[in-house]
């Protein structure tokens, strides 16, 4: 008891219910003097154990009087050190008689479940109506356990939860003890105390969590040193015991049964330049306390070469190495894969940094150096080193987009231009990422930088080219377009909306089929489909503009193959050549007139000896009235005259076709030439030209005659002209059938005409007539007009002579009706 | 005193024209289509006028003249209207030929021969 009164505020529960225990239920009762009336009948001892203690001890009294004073005194001062205790302990107190149910409840305890003294009442009912429903069964389960029995023995330690006058519930730790029991061994007094351990409860939750969360790190770090093959080492000084984790076990491909690692023989496994390394590391850690970490080269136990890092921390104990501590780990995949990577970012020119924002440092690989063009010994590693690269038009932008991407306002991906020291400005690729810390500042940015000089030029050439192309196309005189290889539109120029009034947005990416009439599309699908396999077309069409307006052009369709060599695609240009056409129809006008007034002096002088004839007989009609012979000489020479006019005459109707009317009918090619012989002998006969004609073939050409004989008079009027001054002056009109087309000659008693002539000999306005006598267009618009007539006409090279050879499609026999 | 006409053309009905129409007593007309019998009858028998054709075989009128008597008065007769009187001819005459042009010639001449 002394040795408890002693302890004061270290008394613990046990104490205190020892203490209970030993109490008389009297000066408990009188020391509680809280605890209300009914409670004290229980306390006090009965009249007939006081008369009975009187009764036996008559003669002891005063002794007794004496000793229970003393006793008293005694408790009291036991109870006053209780009170100390409990003061101290803060916990509860409780006496229950399982009896009738009464309770004493301690001032603490009232307090502890945040009530007034008095608004109990002394019940077991105030204590079990309080515990947690989850709790109710176990805790009088628990409780039954040792009340109804004393095989269980006395005493009964739970925790529990229940609930105080807020309405919270607290956790309890709740001691029992049995103090007295009846004849049948079940309780009839129980004490107990009730302990607040909500916050002990809280912190185990808490320190269960946190144990948990640990637990599960170690797991993973297990597992993850497993799969990231880190195994640990541990290398003890004092003891000179070298130790392995599994890991570095199943590194060395060998287990603690197997291999006992000392230092010497892991040493022997490495390769030589390896064992070199690590052997001065060793020393200069186990010597002077320098820790180290080193990629290198090993063998495994079973002999298979490897890749491993391997780190060392030292332990130091009076500054002297007692421990060496590391990590061992195999890095071959990730050296592998490493190689790979570099030989892959080195051959794509691909740089790696990475940019501490923290302290400014800059880390470049190797080929950083190179695309920047610096030596590794003069970078310093600093942000400005990048910095200073940068030129001014770059400068302000690169650095912006930088700190945009550090205040996490966009990636950073971007392309700036550098100085360098040899190989001139260069324009850069940049791209990053920023790591940041849990409250979101940037820690660091990875990046990587390619060098997009060509690609930058070439995309400012294809800018270029595109402008260029664009300004060139929307000011041609016509629309520009293009195609794709499934003819839909990829490109309008702006003269399109004018032409066919609409936008390129209601153009592009639609084909013909979808923006053309249908009857418009049939008619130009033959020429698309031509284009799209990859024939250059040209034709020509007349064409309504969206705004009325009558056009004549040209549409020149020109295929451009793709990377694969097929057609893909084609670029359409429309030539507008209506002012072009009106001007041709003008020269071919002009032209006849030309040829017309060049030839009416010989027709005049051809018409008027006739006239002179008709004029001269018919003034000698009456002279002659009675000289018949006479008379019908001169009406036969006045009939012949007439003839030979109405001849010529009729060769100028045939000349003079305006050409307009484009009828096309068979004619037989001899016919044709009998025709305009009368014409061309006016001709040949006032130059003394010898016309020879050789028609060899009835053949017939499909033509307009009009159109024809202009050519053939146009053809063999330039034969006379070049042979008229010529000392042998002949030509020759020859036809015949080589089975496949009617072929026509003109030969003349030239010698040829030069290569560099014949080649210009189609071209409008060349002539090698002298100034005034020819307008160069004969042969122009003759081959023109064969063109129409899908007929060619050439100069045959190889002639003595000089021949033009014209070739017609012969008209088959079933059409030559 | 007779007039004698040289006429050289190479259209035939026109020489027989020429001659129906103005030979008589007093005019003597000799019609040639070939010009180089033409030039030898004018030196074996020179004529008072002559009247040449300007287109001719192998020839024009200009040059035939050329190689006549410079004295003897010249006509070119023509069907070509672009044709102007060349150097050694008294005048150009159009055809179809306006006869009373020539009777006019041929009276002149008379009339020359008569006051001579």
């Known amino acids: 008891m002394s040795t408890n009164s002693n302890k004061k505020s270290e008394a613990t529960m046990d104490d205190v219910l020892a203490l209970i225990s030993d109490l008389k239920v009297g000066s408990f009762s009188k020391q509680l003097n809280q605890t209300p009336d009914p409670k004290l009948k229980d306390l006090v001892y009965s009249r007939n154990d006081v008369t009975k203690i009187l009764a036996a001890q008559t003669a002891q009294a005063e002794i007794d009087i004496t000793e229970r004073k003393n006793a008293e005194k005694e408790k009291e001062t036991i109870l006053k050190r209780l009170n100390y205790a409990l003061d101290a302990s803060g916990d509860g107190i409780w006496d229950w008689t399982p009896a009738d149910g009464q309770t004493v409840y301690s001032k603490a305890w009232i307090e502890m479940i945040g009530h007034e003294v008095g608004e109990l009442a002394c019940l077991a009912s105030e204590w079990s109506d309080r515990l947690h429903p989850d709790d109710i069964e176990w805790v009088f389960a628990a409780i039954n356990k040792v009340t ?31 103090v007295e029991r009846n004849e049948k061994g079940e309780a009839s007094r129980v004490v107990g105390t009730h302990t607040d351990i909500t916050e002990r409860k809280a912190s185990e939750k808490l320190l269960s969590e946190i144990e948990e969360r640990v637990r599960r790190s170690n797991q993973l770090l297990e597992s993850s040193q497993a799969i990231a093959r880190v195994g640990g080492w541990e290398l003890d000084l004092t003891a000179e015991k070298l130790y392995w984790t599994a890991e570095t076990y199943r590194i060395h491909e060998t287990s603690p049964e197997e291999f006992n690692p000392t230092v010497d023989a892991g040493l022997d496994y490495f390769l030589p330049e390896s064992k070199r390394q690590i052997s001065e590391a060793l020393e200069l850690a186990m010597t002077k306390g320098v820790g180290y970490d080193l990629y290198l080269e090993t063998y495994t136990t079973k002999g298979r070469k490897i890749n491993v890092r391997t780190t060392c921390a030292v332990t130091l104990v009076d500054e002297k190495p007692t421990k060496l501590t590391g990590i061992f780990q195999d890095i071959t995949e990730l050296t592998r894969l490493q190689d790979e990577n570099r030989f892959i970012l080195d051959g794509l020119g691909i740089g790696l940094w990475k940019f501490n924002p923290v302290d400014q440092s800059l880390f470049w690989d190797q080929s950083m150096y190179q695309l920047f063009d610096i030596k590794e010994s003069d970078f310093s590693g600093h942000y400005q080193a990048w910095e200073r690269t940068l030129t001014p038009e770059s400068k302000a932008k690169a650095i912006e987009e930088l700190g945009q991407a550090m205040r996490g306002e966009k990636e950073f991906d971007t392309v700036f231009e550098i100085n360098t020291n040899t190989r001139g400005n260069r324009f850069i690729s940049g791209r990053g990422k920023v790591i940041r810390d849990k409250n979101g500042n940037p820690t660091i940015m990875y990046g990587m930088n390619t060098d997009v000089t060509m690609a930058r030029i070439q995309e400012l050439q294809v800018i270029a080219l595109k402008n260029q192309l664009e300004l060139i196309s929307d000011n041609m005189p016509g629309p520009v377009s293009q195609v794709d290889r499934h003819g839909r539109y990829i490109y309008v120029s702006k003269m399109y909306f004018e032409y066919f009034g609409k936008t390129p947005e209601q153009i592009l990416g639609k084909t013909h089929r979808e923006l053309l009439s249908s009857n418009v599309f049939l008619q130009a699908e033959p020429n698309i489909k031509r284009a799209l396999s990859g024939e250059r077309v040209h034709h020509e069409m007349p064409l309504v503009t969206a705004g009325g307006k009558k056009l004549f052009v040209q549409i020149n369709m020109i295929p451009f193959l793709g990377q694969d060599g097929k ?28 040829s017309l007034g060049e030839m009416s002096a010989g027709i005049a002088h051809e018409i008027n000896n006739p006239l002179a004839i008709i004029d001269g007989s018919a003034s000698l009609l009456l002279k002659f009235a009675n000289d018949p012979e006479k008379l019908n000489s001169k009406v036969q020479s006045i009939r012949m005259a007439v003839t030979r006019i109405s001849k010529i005459v009729s060769g100028l109707k045939k000349f003079s076709g305006s050409g307009e009317k484009t009828v096309y009918t068979n004619q037989s090619i001899s016919g044709l030439l009998n025709d305009i012989l009368t014409l061309i002998e006016v001709k040949s006969g006032r130059e003394n030209v010898a016309i020879k004609l050789e028609t060899k073939t009835n053949a017939q050409i499909f033509c307009n005659s009009i159109e024809i004989e202009q050519v053939l008079i146009n053809l063999i009027s330039n034969a006379i002209d070049a042979v008229k001054s010529l000392p042998e002056k002949w030509v020759n009109v020859a036809t015949h059938d080589d089975g496949k087309s009617v072929v026509l000659r003109v030969t003349d008693s030239g010698t040829g005409i030069p290569k560099n002539i014949r080649e210009k000999l189609f071209d409008p306005f060349f002539t090698t007539k002298p100034t005034g006598e020819g307008t160069g267009l004969g042969l122009s618009i003759s081959k023109g007009i064969l063109d129409e007539h899908k007929a060619s006409i050439s100069v045959l090279a190889n002639s003595p002579n000089t021949c033009f050879e014209i070739r017609f499609n012969k008209v088959e026999v079933a059409n030559a009706s | 005193m007779q007039v004698k006409i040289f006429f050289l053309d190479d259209e035939p009905d026109l020489c027989e024209i020429f001659l129906d129409e103005f030979s008589s007593e007093v005019i003597q007309v000799s019609a040639f289509t070939d010009p180089k019998v033409a030039i030898a009858e004018v030196f074996s028998c020179p004529p008072d006028v002559i009247f040449i054709d300007y287109r001719l075989p192998n020839t024009t009128g200009d040059l035939v003249a050329n190689n006549l008597p410079p004295h003897i008065p010249k006509y070119l007769v023509t069907g070509d209207s672009l044709v102007s009187a060349p150097k050694g001819f008294e005048a150009v005459l159009a055809k179809p030929i306006d006869m009373e042009k020539i009777w006019n010639i041929i009276k002149g001449l008379q009339m020359k021969k008569k006051s001579a």
């Open chain 1, 148 to 178: 109804q029995t004393p095989q269980n023995g006395d005493t009964l330690s739970h925790e529990y939860r229940f609930k105080n006058k807020a309405g919270d519930y607290l956790w309890i730790l709740n001691k029992v003890k049995v």
């Open chain 1, 567 to 594: 057609p893909d695609g084609f670029i359409t240009v429309v030539h507008d050549i209506t002012a072009l056409k009106e001007a041709e129809a003008k020269l071919i006008h002009r032209s006849k007139l030309a």
